[in-house]
């Protein structure tokens, strides 16, 4: 087994007396795609907020590719390579599917501010590269029709897409997928599957999925975790959790 | 109708994109150039303030209508802007530097609001910054030795590199020259990278961060780079004024520059513009008007603080994109005639946005 790309150990995070997450371990290898799954309030989300420094872990250790994540300010997450999507879709409203994923490009050189001010040539170069980057994942995820479309206007299953497209627009090495299917319809879900497949396979992007949808996970993940109260309950592959006693007994009670 | 051929990406983000722009623009500019030729020197005076206006309305668009943070303490960037830039110039600094130096003053203050006041948001913000610009009156009315107090301050004649600016044509030209160099500047800087930080600041300010955007650092270089802005607006006005008193300041300018991006349409420099336009030229209009209205409601007192009012409140039912959002339907009315439909531009809600997790 080679170096796992993300590697959380003993992590916790308590919010006063609540323990959201305590003695959480788990690692994501380079390649795979990872399939997230618990009962509600297990601490999933909580999880990919730890990782992007949303959420201060409370004790514990998280590292990325050998770098320490617990001091990486929120803001240079992006900039290791680390992306993410929102279960509420967190897309700017008010402007057009292109600036939204123009925005993923922010990470990358956007020139001095002097540059911009006089929107030198060299400027206007760089704005056209980001653009194009822009365009492939456009191409990639089929939102040309919405290209000029301002995010406010948009029907749900589409603002999910460019919601992917911004974070694929930021080129990460592993990409987190907060309920990636939820309000989408089977037909959507099934486009979803496909481009997770291909996210993997053809941009080499390890993706970390926290789902609900079992049709999903079984069709795309490699590998499962299902958390339960802030820990990891079982692990292994979508057979092996999902006839798992304690997932069991952890879904239905027991 | 009009779909986009572009055969280049920097075609799609041209300042000018089509030819008729370049027919409207040209002839826009070109009779602002004209206008000392026919204009009588008070209306080129009426139209130099307009033009300040406009700098400070883009000033405090790009704060209010681009970052997200309300401000109603403008007035006090463009008191400092222009009590900085009097006093260096009677210190015997020459214009040239003066009024890029009055701009940066105003900057320094605008960063020195910012950081504290990027931890609040909306109301809270918009009480902190009001209660910034009362206390900057009070300054400017109590340090006398740089500000003459409420005696006031006179303001040197305007005069750079050996020419007078003094005669309303000059001053004019240079007002106009000064606006439309700001324009494009924070055109181009909105069409840029800093430009997208800020519109993805006032909308996620969670998504903004998980893209690698400093939100904090976007924030208070916004507050600076709008205080500055405004600082320069306040620069030009001071010679417009003449004759500095802290009650050219009030709270009341606070509110007209807030009225400006409200009524112009937030998000937008051209609505920046429109907005300081009518603002700037409603009293004339309504001292105009007094003479035809019947006595009784010419001369009653706080009428133009009743038109302000009303025209906003319209505004807000009726057409809160503003004016250049109704500049924008009457476009498509004119380009799309007769095939225009009243529902191209109706928002509707294509989901109701479920409020899980807030």
Redo the contacts between chains.
């Keep these: 087994m080679n170096a796992p790309l993300l590697e959380l150990r003993n992590v916790s995070l308590h919010f006063g007396g609540l323990k959201a997450i305590s003695g959480l371990s788990m690692t994501v290898q380079p390649g795979e795609v990872l399939a997230v799954i618990g009962p509600n309030g297990a601490g999933k989300t909580s999880m990919l907020n730890l990782v992007t420094r949303v959420f201060n872990a409370s004790g514990g250790e998280m590292h990325f590719k050998g770098a320490d994540l617990r001091r990486v300010p929120r803001h240079r997450i992006a900039h290791l390579g680390l992306a993410r999507t929102y279960q509420n879709i967190e897309l700017f409203e008010n402007a057009t599917v292109l600036d939204n994923l123009m925005l993923g490009r922010q990470r990358f050189d956007q020139g001095r501010w002097w540059q911009q001010l006089l929107r030198t040539p060299a400027l206007t170069r760089m704005e056209e590269d980001h653009r194009a980057q822009v365009e492939a994942v456009i191409e990639f995820l089929e939102l040309s029709p919405w290209r000029n479309a301002l995010i406010a206007g948009l029907p749900y299953g589409v603002r999910k897409v460019v919601e992917l497209g911004r974070a694929l627009c930021t080129q990460p090495e592993l990409l987190f997928l907060d309920e990636p299917a939820s309000g989408l319809n089977p037909e959507e879900t099934r486009d979803l599957a496909f481009w997770i497949e291909d996210i993997r396979a053809d941009l080499g992007i390890t993706v970390v999925m926290v789902e609900h949808d079992m049709s999903l996970v079984n069709a795309v993940a490699d590998r499962v975790i299902c958390m339960a109260q802030g820990a990891v309950l079982a692990e292994g592959t979508v057979e092996e959790v999902q006839n798992h006693p304690g997932v069991i007994a952890a879904y239905l009670g027991g | 109708m009009r779909f986009a051929y572009d055969t280049?990406?920097?075609q799609?983000?041209a300042l000018l994109r089509h030819p008729e722009d370049w027919a409207n623009y040209g002839l826009l500019a070109a009779l602002l150039l004209a206008a000392p030729f026919f204009a009588s020197n008070y209306i080129l005076g009426e139209m130099a303030y307009v033009l300040i206006l406009c700098i400070a309305a883009m000033g405090l668009m790009l704060l209010t209508g681009f970052t997200g943070q309300i401000s109603l303490g403008h007035a006090a960037f463009v008191a400092i802007g222009a009590y900085a830039h009097a006093w260096l110039m009677r210190q015997g600094v020459p214009m040239a530097a003066s009024i890029p130096l009055a701009a940066l003053i105003a900057a320094a203050a605008g960063l020195v609001v910012g950081i504290p006041a990027i931890r609040v948001h909306g109301l809270y913000l918009a009480m902190v910054t009001l209660a910034f610009a009362i206390i900057v009156e009070q300054l400017i009315g109590m340090w006398r030795g740089v500000t003459g107090g409420f005696m006031g301050l006179s303001v040197p004649r305007p005069e750079m590199f050996g020419l007078s600016l003094a005669s309303p044509t000059a001053f004019y030209y240079f007002c106009l020259a000064v606006a439309v160099v700001v324009l494009l500047?924070l055109l181009?800087?909105l069409?840029?990278?800093?430009?997208?930080?800020f519109?993805?600041v006032?909308?996620?300010e969670?998504?903004?961060?998980?893209?690698?955007?400093?939100?904090k650092r976007v924030k208070i270089g916004a507050f600076g780079l709008s205080a500055g802005v405004t600082g320069l607006a306040g620069a030009l006005m001071a010679h417009h004024i003449g004759y500095l008193t802290p009650d050219g300041f009030t709270l009341l300018l606070s509110l007209e520059l807030v009225l400006m991006v409200v009524i112009g349409g937030l998000?937008s420099m051209r609505g920046a513009i429109m907005g300081a336009v009518v603002i700037g030229v409603l009293p004339v209009a309504i001292s105009r008007l007094k003479a035809v209205l019947p006595d009784v409601v010419a001369r009653q007192f706080g009428l133009e603080l009743f038109v302000f009012g009303a025209i906003l409140a319209f505004f807000v039912l009726f057409e809160p994109r503003g004016l250049n959002g109704r500049w924008l339907k009457l476009r498509a009315l004119i380009q799309s005639f007769p095939l225009y439909r009243r529902d191209t531009f109706r928002?509707?809600k294509?989901?109701m946005?479920?409020e899980?997790?807030k």
């Design positions: 280049e990406y920097r799609g983000f500047g181009n800087l069409r840029s990278g800093l430009g997208r930080a519109v993805g006032r909308d996620s969670a998504a903004a961060a998980g893209l690698g955007i400093n939100v998000g928002r509707q294509a989901y946005k479920s899980r997790d």
